[in-house]
C-alpha cells in the first residue's frame, strides 16, 4: 500500500508538471501568433504610407493631375490636388484617422491597405484612398476609397496616434526637403499638407502589450 500511495504521489505530480508545460506552451504559442501578426499588419501599413503620393510615369505626367483636388465628405477631409495624405484628429480619447493617397497602374504590384492589387485590364490608372483607423472593438481598421466596409488588419489595438514631419517653409521646400516639425492634424494648415515628408505612427495595445512606434518616410516626397 505504502508503494502504491508513493506511485500516485509520483504519476500525480508527473500530471502536474505535464499540464503546467502544456499551459506554458499554448501561452508561448498564442504571443508568437500574436506577435506575427501584428509584425505582418505594421508592415502593411509602413508599406502603404510609403507609397504615399506615388503616380505613374512622373516624366510625362504631373503630381496634381495624377492627385486631384477632392471635396471633403462626412467621412474623409478635403484633399488638394498633389495631396498624398491627410488626418483626422481624435477627440475625447478616440484615436486619430490617417488617409494616404496613390496612383498604380495595373499589373505593377503596388497593393492598397486591403492587400488588393490593380487588377484593371492592362495600362489602366487607379488612384487609391486607403483610410487607416481603430474601431470601437480595438481592431486597426482599413478602408479603400470612400465608403467601402472596413476591413479588420490587427485586433488588441487601443488607440493609434499620428503625427506629421512637415517642412513648415513653402519658400525652401524644394531646395530642403527636411522636417522642421512635427504636428497633429489639428495643428495642420491646408497648405502644409502638400510638404508632409514623414509620418509618425503609434499603436497601443491593449492587455499591457508594448506600444509600436514607427517613423515612415513617404518615398515619393524625399
Known amino acids: 500500500m505504502v508503494a502504491v500511495a508513493i506511485g500516485l504521489l509520483v504519476v500525480s505530480a508527473g500530471i502536474g508538471v505535464f499540464v503546467n ?18 509584425r505582418m499588419a505594421v508592415q502593411m501599413v509602413r508599406t502603404v504610407v510609403q507609397a504615399a503620393g506615388y503616380y505613374i510615369d512622373p516624366a510625362r505626367n504631373a503630381r496634381m493631375d495624377a492627385l486631384p483636388a477632392r471635396a471633403a465628405t462626412a467621412s ?3 484633399f488638394s490636388a498633389g495631396q498624398a495624405v491627410a488626418g483626422k484628429a481624435g477627440t475625447g480619447g478616440a484615436g486619430d484617422t490617417l488617409y494616404v493617397r496613390f496612383q498604380t497602374l495595373s499589373g505593377d504590384g503596388l497593393f492598397n491597405c ?5 487588377t484593371s485590364p492592362a495600362g489602366t490608372a487607379r488612384l487609391y484612398l486607403n483610410t487607416l483607423s481603430v474601431n470601437a472593438s480595438n481592431e486597426l481598421v482599413c478602408e479603400v476609397d470612400d465608403g467601402e466596409a472596413a476591413q479588420p488588419i490587427l485586433g488588441n489595438v487601443r488607440r493609434m496616434a499620428v503625427s506629421y514631419g512637415v517642412h513648415e517653409s513653402a519658400s525652401t521646400f524644394d531646395v530642403a526637403r527636411n522636417v522642421s516639425r512635427y504636428k497633429t492634424a489639428a495643428q495642420m494648415s491646408d497648405e502644409e499638407w502638400l510638404r508632409v515628408l514623414t509620418v509618425r505612427i ?16 513617404l518615398a515619393n516626397f524625399v
Not at 21 to 38: P, V, W
Not at 202 to 217: H, K, P, S
Open 76 to 78: 474623409v477631409p478635403k
Open 21 to 38: 508545460l502544456k499551459a506554458t506552451y499554448r501561452s508561448q504559442d498564442s504571443q508568437s501568433q500574436l506577435q506575427e501578426a501584428q
Open 202 to 217: 503609434e499603436l497601443t495595445f491593449v492587455d499591457g502589450q508594448r506600444t509600436w512606434v514607427q517613423v515612415i518616410n
Open 114 to 118: 486591403k492587400g488588393d492589387t490593380n
